[in-house]
């Protein structure tokens, strides 16, 4: 077992990880920017480096920085978290080469995945279900036209290097689809500096489902179960809740039992997400997340499972040690991801906490980096705390939540908490029937 880990995140995840590292018996190591001198994570660890200034991009992206934080600490390992490196393939490679364990997968399953070309048709390959579309990358205008008259419009152009909606375009005709195509790539050059683009079959109201992961390296692999993250905004996720109240026990075993066969196959250590999209009782695969996800927590709840526990374990070289079998699902949990930001606007809203009570009780989880007087910096992502809740049934899940809603409070900068007691009201959201574009629609008042 590890001795030593180095955190190279912030916020709630770095919390998360070095509360799994400390029931371990793990030594911690937060590294920070100058930003984050006064955040939790580095009060917490039991040793903190100052790796850079504010900016993200010459601190928490800083790979010299990191290195040499792990260095000069004695780390053994390092947990990339969420976000910031958890899916540079190069950086998991360095870390390797200057002799530590980067806690995920190879460097070569992050590569893969990362072009989503290329995991499309890797998992094609291993027999999972695609949204059907051109089989590779389309090269000019000619063979866009000649793959949507094959699968037929609308049609979907989507950047290889994407993922997270940038440069994806909607095209319904031959016309629309001349423009479509050329924007697609220019998004995708500017975004990405790569506009290598692919085509799929455009599906108007697919829900969000994705099955959590987890491999060895010795060739095992399970399933969690799926999460229903349907619930978002511009491509940010704001509710998801586990299972999906959209499947039954039939598409439930069919679909987890598929992704975690083709895991296995691929041979992929770590935890590992696949995210289908599902249409008329259908799973099409859209792609894999080689990192642990924010909302890891719900498919905790619902298992037992401390994932970023065995998310270590297995970077050890720890055989799983259980099998399918052995993972029972009691109940449901919902989590509300709750931001600095304008409730309506969505304007971000750092600043500083005046007013910090988090709600508790039987089956309530609060991740969080807060406390009363601390100052939220503007310079990251907007997720502040992550409430999690868990019941015996949905019903008593969301009567929990609601519950819980009352009882959070947040004081001096505007949050997300008043959208998440008017979605958890929805009747469409308390009787499950919601797709990808239902919080858009509510919003716009449709
Ligand atoms: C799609 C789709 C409809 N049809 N693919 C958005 C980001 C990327 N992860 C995949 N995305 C989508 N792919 C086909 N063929 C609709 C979306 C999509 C979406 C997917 C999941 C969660 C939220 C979404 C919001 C808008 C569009």
Redo the contacts with the bound molecule.
């Keep these: 077992m590890f001795e030593k880990v180095l955190i190279a995140n912030r916020g709630e995840i770095a919390l998360r990880i070095h509360r799994a590292c400390r029931e371990m018996g793990i030594q911690t190591v937060a590294v920070h920017s100058t930003a984050d001198a006064d955040a939790m994570h580095v009060r917490l660890a039991d040793e903190a480096v100052c790796i850079g200034p504010a900016s993200a991009r010459e601190s928490y992206l800083n790979i010299p920085a990191i290195l040499t934080a792990a260095t000069i600490t004695g780390a053994d390992a390092i947990h990339p978290g969420i976000g910031f490196m958890s899916e540079n393939a190069q950086f998991a490679q360095m870390v390797e080469e200057h002799g530590f364990t980067f806690i995920g997968p190879t460097p070569e399953h992050i590569r893969i995945m990362g072009d989503k070309v290329t995991a499309k048709k890797t998992v094609l390959d291993l027999g999972l279900p695609v ?1 059907p ?1 051109s089989p590779g990358p389309v090269e000019t205008l000619e063979e866009a036209i000649a793959v949507a008259e094959h699968t037929g419009y609308p049609v ?1 152009i ?1 950047a290889a290097a ?4 940038k440069g ?1 375009k909607v095209a319904w005709s031959a016309d629309q689809l001349r423009e479509a195509y050329q924007l697609a790539r220019g998004e995708s050059r500017a975004a990405f500096g790569n506009d290598q683009v692919y085509m ?5 109201k ?1 829900r ?1 489902i994705e099955i959590q992961l987890l491999g060895d390296m010795h060739g095992n692999a399970v399933h969690f179960g799926e999460r229903d ?2 619930v ?1 905004r511009r ?1 940010q ?1 704001v509710v998801e809740e586990a299972p999906s109240p959209a499947l039954n026990a039939e598409q439930r075993e069919f679909i987890g039992n598929l992704a975690a066969r083709t895991t296995s196959e691929l041979g992929y250590r770590g935890v590992g997400t696949m ?1 289908f ?1 599902f249409e008329d009782g259908e799973f ?1 695969f ?2 894999m997340n080689t990192r642990l996800q924010v909302e890891h927590t719900i498919t905790e709840m619902i298992t037992g499972i401390d994932l970023v526990r065995e998310q270590i374990r297995v970077a050890t070289g720890a055989p799983l040690g259980y099998g399918q079998s052995d993972i029972r699902f009691h109940g449901h949990a919902i989590e509300c991801r709750v931001n600095a930001e304008h409730p309506e606007t969505f304007l971000p809203s750092p600043g500083k906490i005046d007013g910090y009570h988090a709600p508790g009780g039987l089956g309530v989880r609060v991740d969080s980096a807060l406390y009363d007087g601390y100052r939220v910096p503007p310079y990251y992502d907007s997720l502040i705390a992550k409430l999690v809740v868990h019941g015996t049934t949905r019903n008593e899940c969301m009567m929990r939540l609601r519950r819980a809603l009352e009882e959070f409070v947040i004081g001096g900068i505007d949050t997300s908490l008043p959208l998440h007691r008017r979605i958890i009201a929805e009747p469409n959201f308390i009787n499950g029937n919601y797709d ?2 239902w919080l858009e629609h509510l919003m716009a008042g449709k």
């Design positions: 949204v579309g979907l989507k994407g993922g997270g909606g994806m799929e079959r455009y599906l108007s697919p969000h993250c349907s978002q491509h996720k995210e999209l099409f859209i792609e990808i574009h």
